[in-house]
C-alpha cells in the first residue's frame, strides 16, 4: 500500500486524523516515534525553523518542495504538505501539484490568499476572487499522477469577507476538484460548528493555532464531534523549541549549559536510530571481512 492510500483509508475512517507539523528530520522522527498515523509541514514552520524567517511568502517552491522530500522520505508514515498559494497562476499549481507529488507528500494544501501571502493568523490578509481559485483547483485535481494525491482547498475568506463568503467559496472548490476543505481562522466554537455542519461528510481540517491565534485552541475529541476529522498543530512544537533554545542558550552564557530536562546521549542516539544504522555497519564491515 502506498503512503497516499494510506492516508487516504486513515481520512476515510471515523477517527480523527492528528498531524503534528514536522519542519526538520529531529521533529519528523520524534512525531513517528510518538505514534502518530500522519504529520504534515507547515510553510510557516518551514521558513521560521529553516530560513529564519517570517511567514510572509518569503519560502520558495523550491526551498518548499526538497523540505518536503527529505521529510517524506525520513517518514514512515504519511506527510501532507502545504503548498501555500501554488505560486502563482492555474499553470504554475500544475507545475508545483507535479513537484509536491514527486517529492513523496501524499497531498497538500492549497490557499487562495493573494501572494505574497502571509500566515492565516495573521492581519492584513488579501484573497484572490473565488473563480480563480477554482481554476487553480482543477489545476491541481488534473496535474496529479495518483487519485489518491489528497487536495485540501484552503481558504482565507473568513478574515476578509467574513464566515458565509468562506463557506460559499468551500462549495465552489468542492466542486472544482477538491478533496478536502481548510476554513481558516474561524473565530469562535460556534463557527467551527458552522464549518461542520455546512460541510457533513466532507475532509474537514482544523488549525490549532496556540499562543495567539484566531482559532479556539480545543481538544481533538471536540473537534471531531464538531465534524472534522483532521487537524494540525502548526506551531505547537516549534514555540516550545523555540522558547527551549532561548533557555538553553541563556544557561551556556551564564556557565551552566546541564539541564535536568534535557534528553541524554543515549535518548539522542535513540530517536536518530542510531543502534540500526550500527547494525546494518556491522553487516558491511562482516561482508567486506569474509570476502578477504
Known amino acids: 500500500m502506498t503512503k497516499a492510500r494510506a492516508m487516504r483509508e486513515l481520512l476515510a475512517r471515523k477517527e480523527l486524523v492528528v498531524s503534528p507539523n514536522v519542519y526538520d528530520g529531529y521533529s519528523a522522527m520524534l512525531v513517528a516515534k510518538m505514534g502518530f498515523k500522519a504529520a504534515a509541514t507547515t510553510g510557516a514552520g518551514l521558513s521560521n525553523a529553516r530560513l529564519g524567517l517570517p511567514d510572509i511568502g518569503l519560502l520558495s517552491m523550491k526551498e518548499n518542495v526538497e523540505a518536503c522530500r527529505m521529510l517524506a522520505q525520513l517518514l514512515p508514515i504519511p506527510l501532507m504538505a502545504d503548498a501555500e498559494t501554488g505560486y502563482g497562476n492555474a499553470v504554475s499549481v500544475f507545475h508545483a501539484v507535479q513537484y509536491f507529488e514527486d517529492a513523496g507528500v501524499v497531498?497538500?494544501?492549497?490557499?487562495?490568499?493573494?501572494?505574497?501571502?502571509?500566515?492565516?493568523?495573521?492581519?492584513?490578509?488579501?484573497?484572490?476572487?473565488?473563480?480563480?481559485?477554482?481554476?487553480?483547483?482543477?489545476?491541481?485535481?488534473?496535474?496529479?499522477?495518483?487519485?489518491?494525491?489528497?487536495?485540501?482547498?484552503?481558504?482565507?475568506?473568513?478574515?476578509?469577507?467574513?464566515?458565509?463568503?468562506?463557506?460559499?467559496?468551500?462549495?465552489?472548490?468542492?466542486?472544482?476538484?477538491?478533496?478536502?476543505?481548510?476554513?481558516?481562522?474561524?473565530?469562535?466554537?460556534?463557527?467551527?460548528?458552522?464549518?461542520?455542519?455546512t460541510f457533513q461528510g466532507v475532509g474537514q481540517f482544523a488549525n490549532m493555532v496556540e499562543g495567539g491565534g484566531q482559532t479556539p485552541v480545543l481538544p481533538p475529541d471536540e473537534l471531531q464531534k464538531l465534524g472534522f476529522n483532521m487537524v494540525a498543530y502548526p506551531v505547537t512544537v516549534l514555540f516550545r523549541v523555540a522558547r527551549v533554545i532561548e533557555q538553553s542558550l541563556a544557561n551556556i552564557k551564564a556557565g551552566k549549559p546541564m539541564d535536568a530536562n534535557a534528553v541524554d546521549f543515549k535518548g539522542f542516539k535513540d530517536i536518530t536510530g542510531f543502534a540500526e544504522w550500527a547494525r546494518i555497519e556491522d553487516t558491511y564491515k562482516q561482508a567486506s571481512s569474509s570476502s578477504n
Open 107 to 197: 497531498g497538500l494544501n492549497l490557499e487562495d490568499q493573494v501572494s505574497p501571502k502571509r500566515c492565516g493568523h495573521m492581519q492584513g490578509k488579501a484573497v484572490i476572487p473565488a473563480d480563480e481559485m477554482v481554476r487553480k483547483i482543477r489545476a491541481a485535481a488534473g496535474a496529479r499522477s495518483s487519485s489518491d494525491f489528497y487536495i485540501v482547498a484552503r481558504t482565507d475568506a473568513r478574515a476578509v469577507s467574513g464566515l458565509d463568503e468562506a463557506l460559499r467559496r468551500g462549495e465552489q472548490y468542492l466542486e472544482a476538484g477538491a478533496d478536502g476543505l481548510f476554513i481558516e481562522a474561524p473565530e469562535t466554537v460556534e463557527e467551527l460548528a458552522k464549518i461542520g455542519r
